[in-house]
């Protein structure tokens, strides 16, 4: 059984810094592609940032300049700085990865249960 477990949300203000980490674990062989995804309040879920096992970053425009992704593969955990942040950035964030489990050869996708993020103004 594969687990994507996230940490780091919470309550912060208009401008602040929050880190979100998730570490998967189980039977896992490898990673391709850890992201970061977020849902609000009667929105449709989107992408926020992905990144691949070589750690080229893809973001959404919406968050450039202000989040940074980041991966450790050894220790199959990606990571999500959040400076400047906003209330629109307020959402639950979804951890997604890519990955092949030991003895299995398809990459299968993965959701982690989500870490609520809340930006007051």
């Known amino acids: 059984q594969v687990q994507l477990v996230e940490s780091g949300g919470g309550l912060v203000q208009s401008g602040g810094s929050l880190r979100l980490s998730c570490a998967a674990s189980?039977?896992?062989?490898?990673?391709?592609?850890m992201g970061w995804y977020r849902q609000a309040p009667g929105k449709q879920r989107e992408l926020v940032a992905a990144?691949?096992?070589?750690?080229?970053?893809n973001y959404a425009d919406s968050v450039k300049g202000r989040f940074t992704i980041s991966r450790d593969n050894a220790k199959n955990t990606v990571y999500l700085q959040m400076n400047s942040l906003k209330p629109e950035d307020t959402a639950v964030y979804y951890c997604?990865?890519?990955?092949?489990?030991?003895?299995?050869?398809?990459?299968?996708?993965?959701w982690g249960q989500g870490t609520q993020v809340t930006v007051s103004s």
């Open positions: 990144i691949s096992s070589g750690g080229v970053p």
């Open positions: 189980g039977s896992i062989f490898s990673i391709n592609v």
């Open positions: 997604n990865a890519d990955l092949i489990v030991y003895y299995y050869s398809d990459l299968e996708d993965y």
